[in-house]
Nanobody
Framework: QVHLVESGGDLVQPGGSLTLSCAASGFTLDNYAMGWFRQAPGKEREGVSC????????YYADSVKGRFAISRDNAKNTMYLHMNSLKTEDAAVYYC???????????????????????WGRGTQVTVSS
């Protein structure tokens, strides 16, 4: 909510690129698992990519491997999602979330999103269309 704010969503042509940002406030991401999740109309929310603020380890959904990259800037307390070769099926509202360590696994955090995570942003719209 007030702790995570996404930005960067836009209208992009298929094959285009876009970078999303998630700015954290009130806490530092160093000791949190953080991730990007997306939800298209009529679909369930799904994990896209996640990152450990503790050691920088990452996880990617099969659908975005090789096209998306997650990163962090601890000095800015911000997480990013760099999206390349965008497809129509990538269109969705993208949300960021955070959960304080310890967690069972980064993959589990990403694959099974929960409303109980410590923080959720309100989302940013990504539209992919010609």
């Amino acid at each position: 909510q007030v702790h995570l704010v996404e930005s960067g969503g836009d209208l992009v042509q298929p094959g285009g690129s876009l970078t999303l940002s998630c700015a954290a406030s009130g806490f530092t991401l160093d000791n949190y698992a953080m991730g990007w999740f997306r939800q298209a109309p009529g679909k369930e929310r799904e994990g896209v990519s996640c990152l450990s603020g503790r050691d920088g380890s990452t996880y990617y959904a099969d659908s975005v491997k090789g096209r998306f990259a997650i990163s962090r800037d601890n000095a800015k307390n911000t997480m990013y999602l760099h999206m390349n070769s965008l497809k129509t099926e990538d269109a969705a509202v993208y949300y960021c979330a955070a959960e304080k360590f310890p967690i069972p696994s980064l993959r589990g955090f990403c694959v099974n999103p929960s409303s109980l995570y410590d923080y959720w942003g309100r989302g940013t719209q990504v539209t992919v269309s010609s």
